[in-house]
Each structure stands twice: as structure tokens, then as C-alpha cells.
């Protein structure tokens, strides 16, 4: 059988990163990435050199993932605010199913999700304006759009699997 990889794009607060633990739980042999896990640095420094490093990163985590034999679908989730991104990502990986989707959501939920981070101490200040940025760069070309606004996790898991007749 041939390995799937599960692509989850979006702004910040779009669900990414809940929805990519819901996929990893539900489809059989799974396996996440979360590509924050590959530049969670302090501080955080955005150059060249270390966007390089990161996208190294991701791509040595998905290939090792997509070539262990133990796992049949891979979830991956990252913002990735243009379709360049996620090339430089898929470039060079094992052949695979790609299945990729754009996480979208209201500006009202978006905000509502990451202030609601804020006040819990997982994200810093500003985080929304930053998101609300992001948001009209999806969805991405040649991806899945899924509107995530009043979805929980386990739903939108849901949809995506309806979607792909899983």
C-alpha cells in the first residue's frame, strides 16, 4: 500500500494542530509533525540560514516517517502562507499520496481561538494580528479547503476522512 501524507495548512488558530493529534488517532499506523516542533527556538530568528534548516528539518522528519515501515499515513501540519512553501516542503520526499488541505476559519473564530490561548499562556500577545494577516493567503492553490469555524477537532478530523472516503 502506498503511504499517505496528510498536509494541514493555515493561518495560526485555524486548528491545525488539534485536528492534525484528531487524524493521527483516527486513521490506522499514524504518525504526526507539527512543524513548529522544528523551529521552536529561543529566540525566534527568521533568516535564510535558519528557514533552510527548518525546512531540512521537516523534510528529514517526513522523509524518515514516510520510509519507516511502520507507518502508513503521515499528518503534518505547519503555517505555510504560500504554495512555494509547501513545494519546498514535498520537494525530494518518498512517492506518496499527498492529501493536502487548507485550514480556514472566520476572523471572529480565529480570534476567539488564539485569545483564548493568550489568557491561558500558550501564545504571547499579538498573536491575532498576526493570524488575521495570514488568513486571506489561504487557501492555498491545489489544496483542499476546509473551513474550520464551529468545527471541533474530532469534526473536521471527520469531514476530512468523509472527503478522502476513508
Do not use: Q
Not at 132 to 139: C, G, Q
Not at 154 to 160: D, T
Request: charged content about 25%.
Amino acid at each position: 500500500m502506498k503511504k499517505r501524507l496528510w498536509i494541514l495548512a493555515g493561518p495560526m488558530g485555524s486548528g491545525k494542530s488539534a485536528l492534525g493529534r484528531e487524524l493521527r488517532d483516527a486513521l490506522p499506523r499514524s504518525v504526526y509533525l507539527d512543524g513548529d516542533w522544528c523551529w521552536d527556538a529561543s529566540p525566534f530568528v527568521v533568516t535564510e540560514e535558519t528557514r533552510r534548516m527548518v525546512l531540512g528539518n521537516i523534510r528529514h522528519l517526513l522523509r524518515s516517517f514516510l520510509l519507516c515501515s511502520e507507518y502508513e499515513n503521515v499528518v503534518f501540519a505547519w503555517v505555510m502562507p504560500a504554495r512555494a512553501v509547501l513545494d519546498a516542503v514535498l520537494d525530494g520526499l518518498p512517492d506518496c499520496e499527498v492529501r493536502a488541505f487548507s485550514l480556514t476559519c472566520s476572523a471572529g473564530e480565529l480570534c476567539r481561538r488564539l485569545d483564548g490561548d493568550v489568557l491561558a499562556g500558550l501564545r504571547e500577545a499579538g498573536v491575532s494580528l498576526r493570524a488575521l494577516s495570514y488568513l486571506p493567503l489561504y487557501p492555498l492553490p491545489g489544496t483542499v479547503e476546509l473551513d474550520t469555524t464551529g468545527l471541533s477537532p474530532r469534526e473536521a478530523a471527520r469531514k476530512i476522512m468523509e472527503l478522502e472516503d476513508f
